[in-house]
T-cell receptor, first 108, second 117 residues
Framework: DAKTTQPTSMDCAEGRAANLPCNHS???????VYWYRQIHSQGPQYIIH???NNETNEMASLIITEDRKSSTLILPHATLRDTAVYYC?????????FGAGTTVTVRA | GAVVSQHPSWVICKSGTSVKIECRSL??????MFWYRQFPKQSLMLMAT?????????EQGVEKDKFLINHASLTLSTLTVTSAHPEDSSFYIC?????????????FGDGTRLSIL
């Protein structure tokens, strides 16, 4: 699987959009981009995934650049409950390789 | 939808005993289930992958005789930690996926915190 690079941490203001970047410059053509988050002491929660088109669901939007070398997860209106570690993972099969992720802290 | 239940949430037991953890997909059929381990302040590490009715595939460095995995049905997988020792204390997390439906995400349980005294 290709590796991803994410910022170690980010602070976000409650009520504002949170934009989480992820670099995956070695991604191959059949690899999907997945986003998960893990709130302290819980199992990871699936957020969204995509191949090359932008995706949106009730939780977030995923913007993938045209060359697919990077992506951005957008939480449209961050709340305190969105404080978590966010993982960006690329995979072309069923295996997920978790890196260190981005620790996102939403502040009131 | 896509709810995965894991039981128990936490367990404390004496060194040398065996511990069984259950993972159930409540509202979908999971063709593939995964078991992860997470030590404090570290990320999740995949231990093994199991397909319903088949033997589990273990990641390098994971002892298959120590961590017994059974995936007897499309909604249930179990992980048994045999002869557990203090170094096996960790946060064990399962996930499930409907692989048969193409590129489907994994959905995770809430984990089991295992403490071996």
């Amino acid at each position: 699987d290709a590796k991803t690079t994410q910022p170690t941490s980010m602070d976000c203001a409650e009520g504002r959009a949170a934009n989480l970047p992820c670099n995956h410059s070695t991604i191959s053509g059949n690899e999907y981009v997945y986003w998960y988050r893990q709130i302290h002491s819980q199992g990871p929660q699936y957020i969204i995934h995509g191949l090359k088109n932008n995706e949106t669901n009730e939780m977030a939007s995923l913007i993938i650049t045209e060359d697919r070398k990077s992506s951005t997860l957008i939480l449209p209106h961050a709340t305190l409950r969105d404080t978590a570690v966010y993982y960006c993972i690329v995979s072309n099969d069923y295996k997920l390789s978790f890196g260190a992720g981005t620790t996102v802290t939403v502040r009131a | 939808g896509a709810v995965v239940s894991q039981h128990p949430s936490w367990v404390i037991c004496k060194s040398g005993t065996s511990v069984k953890i259950e993972c159930r997909s409540l509202d979908f059929q999971a063709t593939t289930m995964f078991w992860y381990r997470q030590f404090p302040k570290q990320s999740l590490m995949l231990m093994a992958t199991s397909n319903e009715g088949s033997k589990a595939t273990y990641e390098q460095g994971v002892e298959k005789d120590k961590f017994l995995i059974n995936h007897a049905s499309l909604t249930l997988s179990t992980l048994t930690v045999t002869s557990a020792h203090p170094e096996d204390s960790s946060f064990y997390i399962c996930s499930a996926s409907m692989r048969a439906r193409g590129n489907q995400p994994q959905h995770f349980g809430d984990g089991t915190r295992l403490s071996i005294l």
